[in-house]
């Protein structure tokens, strides 16, 4: 993404903050895996979002007006012993010439220059309760600006929440977002389309999860934008199933949650298909109704509509069939009233995408749902869980779990499918597991 995207982002937030304030924005941590071994950095989304900076231990500073520079970044100074062991680092020239700040120091040098910035500004714009050992530095800053009062220094008097403001704006996907979203769309179509070619009853579930990350990070994604979910059987039917361990069994379903990051962008597909490449007749009318619920709430994706408006429908559909399979009985309304589903259909519809899976924004704004407007992407992903055992439920219908699940951009005019490539009718499906099993 060019520094021009992210030097926009900077001006648009800076012009929200206004005079005489000031925002303070670190990277996330560096943790540990186990003993030495530290877990695959990945830059806090905000902080990425503001800079495109992806080094560890770095804190962007924004001091709108400021007249020797408004974009700071503290950051790692170069360093060619640890950079013979840890990789090359940009360093504070590399944090002016290639990532567009204003000025740059050592972050070691945080704690002397700070409590300077914070002088006589009246606002400190950071996300308190995130990070708790950097919130008692922030403090202690504060604290030190306020010593300062008999010197006629005045020290800040507000905290604003950071994300107060700049969720607002990671909620409206510029252009170059847009473009990176559809990349890690099309990254993950695939992945799912190996995943159903590949599949035979005897493999392991973590062995689909590793033709997953095959197509992944072939197609240029270096990591999974969350831990894939892939659920045979009745593991199908545990929403954050993990384990990824069990035997692949003729006859069951395969749930495959999974989505690849690109360029720190998620994207975040469900496709559920039969290991043994045809649905039973109970499968396909279960996932048939899944399929038209899913078709009824990308349908009411659209400027105007709010955003409970997707779940709504997809409520009434997979109710409406619920009642037709037998499963439920009584009255339509008085079934969605009583939220009669939830035994078979427990979570919602969807949620914001973007840097995060489950991307920041708010989904009601003065008490009321917000409503869906061009630029916003979100999931949609209805699913019906039949749990072996579950009380009156026929035994025809036990470890049948079926989640079908797209990304989806609004539009001026509508929506667009940012992962429509990947199969998802039965036909679909079972031709392509067909044809790669007979290859």
């Known amino acids: 993404m060019l520094k021009q995207e992210f030097a926009r982002r900077r001006k648009q937030l800076m012009e929200t903050m206004g005079s005489r304030a000031i925002a303070i924005i670190p990277t996330a941590q560096v943790r540990i895996r186990n003993r030495d071994v530290e877990f695959p950095f990945r830059a806090d989304s905000d902080f990425f979002y503001l800079t495109g900076y992806a080094e560890p231990e770095a804190v962007a500073v924004l001091v709108p007006n400021r007249p020797q520079g408004e974009y700071l970044l503290f950051c790692r100074e170069r360093d060619p012993e640890r950079e013979a062991w840890d990789g090359l680092r940009a360093g504070l020239e590399g944090a002016t010439e290639l990532y567009g700040a204003d000025d740059a120091f050592p972050f070691s040098d945080m704690d002397d220059i700070l409590p300077g910035l914070l002088e006589n500004k009246a606002r400190v714009y950071y996300t308190m309760g995130h990070d708790a050992d950097f919130d008692h530095r922030v403090v202690a800053w504060v604290t030190q ?21 700049l969720h607002d704006m990671r909620l409206f996907k510029s252009k170059a977002e847009i473009t990176a979203m559809r990349q890690a769309a099309q990254i993950t179509v695939e992945g799912h389309r190996r995943a159903m070619r590949v599949c035979r009853p005897g493999m392991h579930e973590y062995q ?22 892939v ?66 709430a990308i349908e009411k994706v659209k400027p105007g509509n709010h955003w409970n408006e997707p779940h709504e429908a997809a409520i009434r559909v997979i109710t ?52 869906l407007e061009p630029g916003m992407t979100l999931t949609v992903e209805p699913g019906l869980y039949f749990r072996a055992g579950t009380r009156g439920l026929a035994k025809r219908w036990w470890n049948i779990g079926i989640r079908i699940e797209d990304d989806v951009l609004v539009t001026r005019n509508g929506n667009e499918v940012l992962t429509v490539e990947a199969p998802k009718t039965v036909e679909q499906i079972e031709s392509l597991m067909s044809l790669a099993h007979a290859a």
């Open 208 to 229: 689909i999860e590793a033709e997953l990350q095959h197509a992944f990070m072939f197609g240029g994604a270096r990591a999974t934008a969350y831990p894939p979910i």
């Open 231 to 296: 659920g045979s059987g009745g593991n199908g039917c545990i929403l954050h199933y993990r384990e990824n361990s069990a035997l692949l069994k003729d006859g069951d379903l395969l749930l495959i949650d999974a989505g690849a990051e690109y360029e720190c962008y998620a994207a975040d597909v469900t496709r559920t298909f039969p290991v043994g490449g045809r649905f039973s007749a109970a499968q396909r009318e279960a996932y048939e109704l899944v399929l038209e619920a899913q078709l009824a």
């Open 145 to 165: 600006v306020r010593g300062r009062g008999r010197a006629g220094v005045r020290a800040p008097e507000e905290f604003i929440a950071l994300g107060h403001v």
């Open 320 to 371: 409406k069939g619920l009642l037709e399979l037998g499963i439920l009985k009584g009255k339509l309304p008085a079934l969605i009233k009583a939220e009669a589903y939830r035994p078979y259909y427990m979570h919602r519809t969807g949620h914001w995408l973007g840097m995060d899976v489950h991307d920041v924004g708010d989904y009601k704004v003065g008490g009321e749902w917000r409503v």
